[in-house]
């Protein structure tokens, strides 16, 4: 069964940084989509960035400059490397995995970000 975690969340201050990571386990598979969500209380869950194929990325109007999406050889973990952050980026930030883009994929269980000071 695939088991995807999620780690690095935390309360930072505004104009600080974190690095959040994502590991796929409990399969063979690798995983050529990579995501990463966030939801914040009373708003719909929305990509922050996203990693495909030979390696383009897609980032959200909102982190552009500021997040960087990575991923490892293997295609099982993946990396959101987040500076300058704001108070608006606070959420819950979900990693998501696919191996086809029409697929649910594999979602983790969601680590706690918070910007505040």
């Known amino acids: 069964q695939v088991q995807v975690v999620e780690s690095g969340g935390g309360l930072v201050q505004p104009g600080g940084s974190l690095r959040l990571s994502c590991a796929a386990s409990g399969t063979v598979f690798n995983f050529p989509i990579m995501g990463w969500y966030r939801q914040a209380p009373g708003k719909q869950r929305e990509l922050v960035a996203g990693i495909v194929g030979g390696g383009t990325t897609k980032y959200a109007d909102s982190v552009k400059g500021r997040f960087t999406i990575s991923r490892d050889k293997a295609l099982k973990t993946t990396s959101l490397q987040m500076n300058n952050l704001e108070p608006e980026d606070t959420a819950v930030y979900y990693c998501?995995?696919?191996?086809?883009?029409?697929?649910?994929?594999?979602w983790g269980q969601g680590t706690q970000v918070t910007v505040s000071s």
């Open positions: 998501n995995l696919k191996r086809v883009a029409d697929s649910s994929g594999y």
